[in-house]
């Protein structure tokens, strides 16, 4: 996809391997730490691999083109590859829907590089692979968040001439076990 020449060989960002797979679990996990969140929950690289391999979607429907029966993932994964086969980074995202724009998107959930990876170039060669994931797909633009403490990564993505909008992200886990709540449609009464 892209290279960047390090002195001793090229660095390049593909697209994620099956092999890959385990180093991706570590690299989520040293991400996750570097954003001071809680380690990733057990059992990480099977529900990765259903995503980004599988071919499905959330709910296990064929991800693909209407009418197709090519199966696309629901997750993409690139990772920067150092010219010893070390991946060093990664970068995840997915197609999304804005409501206000009525278009889809394409969201980058996540962009992490090894502290000692950060600032030979990788970063850019990422998110140039971000970029042509979209224009593959269709999508005129991308989105993501960043904590507002992570001055670095601001810098960076405000060197890419990215915009930045103030909002907070929650979260609200859902018990899958609890019934759903009744509404005038759900009971029949057509009101």
């Known amino acids: 996809m892209s290279e960047r020449d ?12 099956a092999e890959d797979l385990g180093r991706v679990v570590e690299l989520v996990a040293e991400h996750a730490e570097y ?25 296990g429907e064929p991800q693909g083109p209407p009418g ?3 199966a696309l993932p629901r997750l993409r994964c690139l ?17 999304e ?13 996540c962009l992490y590089l090894t502290s000692t990876a950060r600032g030979h170039g990788l970063g850019p060669l990422l998110m140039d692979a971000v970029r042509a994931e979209a224009r593959a797909l269709g999508l005129t633009e991308i989105q993501w968040q960043t904590p507002a403490w992570n001055e ?15 909002k907070r992200r929650y979260t609200l886990p859902v018990d899958p076990a609890a019934p759903a709540p009744a509404s005038d449609s759900a009971s029949g009464d057509g009101e």
């Open 6 to 17: 390090g002195g001793g060989g090229r660095a390049v960002v593909r697209r994620a391997r």
């Open 35 to 59: 954003e001071k969140s809680a380690p990733p929950a057990p059992g990480l690289a099977t529900r990765l691999a259903g995503l980004l391999f599988g071919g499905e979607g959330p709910g």
């Open 68 to 70: 197709s029966t090519e």
């Open 79 to 95: 990772v920067a590859e150092l010219p010893d086969g070390s991946l060093a980074g990664y970068a995840t995202c997915a197609p």
């Open 97 to 109: 829907l804005s409501t206000w724009d009525g278009v889809a998107y394409l969201h980058m959930d």
């Open 152 to 166: 670095g990564a601001i810098r960076f993505y405000d060197r890419l001439g990215a915009t930045s909008k103030e």
